[in-house]
């Protein structure tokens, strides 16, 4: 009679570590980037700078790319120039402005624009300096014995800096040279201890906190009272 083996309660051996096969679980999917208008992130507030000063103007922009950023003045494409430079990249628009002057100031508007929209921002740049000389020619009047009365027209442009004050020179015929004759807030003076003898002639210079103007033109030469005989 054949003796029956015991049943073994261990379980059944699957096979060892090395045989089985581990798979990894897939690493999850970035969700792709819902798609955007441009939007401008940052920008520049209005500007005031000297003239001369160099400026820089510049606009962070976000969105689905491509984005095309334009600058303009007054609604219409800047052109680059020796004095105008504009640089772009996906992060945002650079205008560089060099030895800003009077034309250069006026409204600035970056537009930008994808596929899917565009938007846009405007700065003001103000562009101060010393003042534009008076204009037209000083006119003396009320001539008498030994005084007259200046008259003069204001600057063109004030240099963003309403006039303060003006300078007036005066020439005369003896020494043949340009000196400082008074200071005064208006647009007329009354010049007086003149001589007889001497022939005179003017001019203006506007001041403002920026500075001191050119010299308008010149007036005409004027002699006051009678010559000697």
Same mark, same amino acid.
């Given at each position: 009679? /054949?003796?029956?083996?015991? =049943?073994?309660?261990?379980?059944?051996?699957?096979?060892?570590?090395?045989?089985?096969?581990?798979?990894? =679980?897939?690493?999850?999917?970035?969700?792709?980037?819902? %798609?955007?208008?441009?939007?401008?992130?940052?920008?520049?507030?209005?500007? =005031?700078?000297? !003239?001369?000063?160099?400026?820089?103007?510049?606009?962070?922009?976000?969105?689905?790319?491509?984005?095309?950023?334009?600058?303009? /003045?007054?609604?219409?494409?800047?052109?680059? *120039?020796? @004095?105008? /430079?504009?640089? +772009? &990249?996906?992060?945002?628009? /650079?205008?560089?402005?060099?030895?800003?002057?009077?034309? @250069?100031?006026?409204?600035?508007?970056?537009?930008?624009?994808?596929?899917?929209?565009?938007?846009?921002?405007?700065?003001?740049?103000?562009?101060?300096?010393?003042?534009?000389?008076? !204009?037209?020619?000083?006119? %003396?009047?009320?001539?008498? &014995? &030994?005084?007259?009365?200046?008259?003069?027209?204001?600057?063109?442009?004030?240099?963003?800096? %309403?006039?303060?004050?003006?300078?007036?020179?005066?020439?005369? +015929?003896?020494?043949?040279?340009?000196?400082?004759?008074?200071?005064?807030?208006?647009?007329?003076?009354?010049?007086?201890?003149?001589?007889?003898? @001497?022939?005179? =002639?003017?001019?203006?210079? %506007?001041?403002?906190?920026?500075?001191?103007?050119?010299? *308008?033109?010149?007036?005409?030469?004027?002699?006051?009272?009678?010559?000697?005989?």
């Amino acid at each position: 009679m /054949k003796s029956r083996r015991p =049943k073994s309660s261990l379980p059944p051996v699957l096979g060892t570590e090395s045989d089985a096969t581990v798979k990894k =679980k897939p690493a999850p999917k970035t969700p792709p980037k819902a %798609a955007m208008p441009p939007q401008i992130i940052q920008f520049p507030e209005d500007q =005031k700078v000297r !003239a001369g000063e160099s400026v820089e103007l510049f606009g962070k922009v976000t969105g689905t790319q491509p984005i095309t950023c334009t600058w303009m /003045k007054f609604r219409k494409q800047i052109q680059e *120039s020796e @004095h105008m /430079k504009v640089e +772009s &990249s996906e992060n945002g628009s /650079k205008l560089t402005i060099l030895a800003a002057r009077q034309e @250069h100031c006026g409204c600035y508007t970056l537009l930008v624009e994808n596929k899917l929209g565009s938007r846009q921002a405007q700065v003001n740049l103000t562009v101060v300096d010393k003042p534009d000389p008076p !204009a037209g020619t000083p006119c %003396a009047s009320d001539i008498r &014995s &030994s005084s007259l009365t200046l008259s003069w027209y204001g600057s063109s442009y004030d240099g963003g800096s %309403a006039v303060q004050s003006y300078s007036i020179e005066i020439w005369d +015929s003896a020494n043949k040279m340009w000196k400082e004759l008074a200071t005064c807030r208006s647009t007329s003076f009354n010049v007086q201890d003149l001589l007889p003898d @001497h022939e005179y =002639k003017f001019r203006v210079r %506007a001041i403002n906190v920026y500075g001191t103007s050119e010299p *308008s033109q010149e007036s005409e030469l004027t002699t006051v009272g009678e010559k000697p005989e």
